[in-house]
């Protein structure tokens, strides 16, 4: 049976692992780190080709300075450490979101990892960094504005393909598996566009205890839906 062609996680439930634990929740963050490292060493093993993680939103901008600023740290640091394991096991890295609102030293770290791993075929791993749905659509329809003004575009050709080419994840296939930590149930402001017929599998797992077995089980699940896409 054919894995998934693209996951996308919605990784929930950091603060809490730590907090139920006495730990400053910086220590939930680093912890949840380590299951992105081993999901996506999943993904490998299952041949999945695509793997979008939600690690920051333009709302985590809001949370108190102090925990950004170490969540901006734990980023560039995340790039250098895994930057090994990305080239040995053939893992392209991308990124999507607002990156310009990144601080300019994650930004340098992030483009380096993606021109050293740009060759690589295995898996491409996709960050949701100072990401919104709603902002992608945004910068999407302004895009598409600006064609139409240079005279490149004809509105009346605007078409749902239009829109997705625009989208930060133009060049990737809309995602066949959702899957959701800590139990909430909603969509946070992640891929509206994109999930329109996405299957959603939502654990009471924390993120920072989710591992390879966990989505192997997330991919069994998926396996057992019947994917009409509107038809009958």
């Known amino acids: 049976m054919s894995p998934p062609r693209h996951i996308a996680i919605i990784m929930d439930g950091n603060g809490r692992w730590a907090r139920e634990r006495g730990l400053p929740r910086i220590k939930g963050h680093e912890q949840g780190a380590q299951s992105v490292r081993a999901v996506t060493e999943a993904c490998v093993e299952l041949g999945v080709p695509f793997l979008t993680v939600y690690a920051f939103s333009t709302e985590n901008w809001r949370r108190p300075k102090e925990e950004t600023d170490a969540l901006m740290v734990l980023l560039e640091q995340f790039i250098a450490q895994e930057l090994p ?4 096991n053939n893992i392209r890295l ?3 979101g607002r990156l310009a609102d990144l601080p300019q030293r994650c930004q340098d770290a992030l483009a380096r990892a993606i021109e050293t791993t740009s060759a690589n075929n295995a898996l491409t791993l996709i960050l949701a960094l100072s990401y919104s749905g709603r902002s992608e659509i945004i910068d999407a329809v302004r895009a598409l504005c ?3 003004v240079a005279g490149r575009l004809d509105p009346e ?3 749902e393909a239009a829109i997705s080419a625009a989208l930060y994840t133009g060049d990737y296939p809309d995602p066949d598996l959702l899957i959701r930590t800590s139990g909430e149930m909603r969509l946070s402001n992640f891929l509206l566009w994109q999930l329109s017929y996405t299957e959603i599998y939502v654990t009471e ?5 989710f591992g390879k077995g966990d989505l192997r089980e997330a991919v069994a699940a998926f396996h057992k839906r019947q994917r009409r896409f509107g038809g009958v």
Request: net charge negative; proline share 6%; charged share 40%.
């Open 157 to 159: 050709t605007i078409d």
């Open 85 to 88: 394991e990305l080239m040995e």
């Open 146 to 148: 600006r064609g139409s």
């Open 205 to 209: 797992k924390l993120w920072p205890d």
């Open 94 to 96: 991308r990124a999507i």
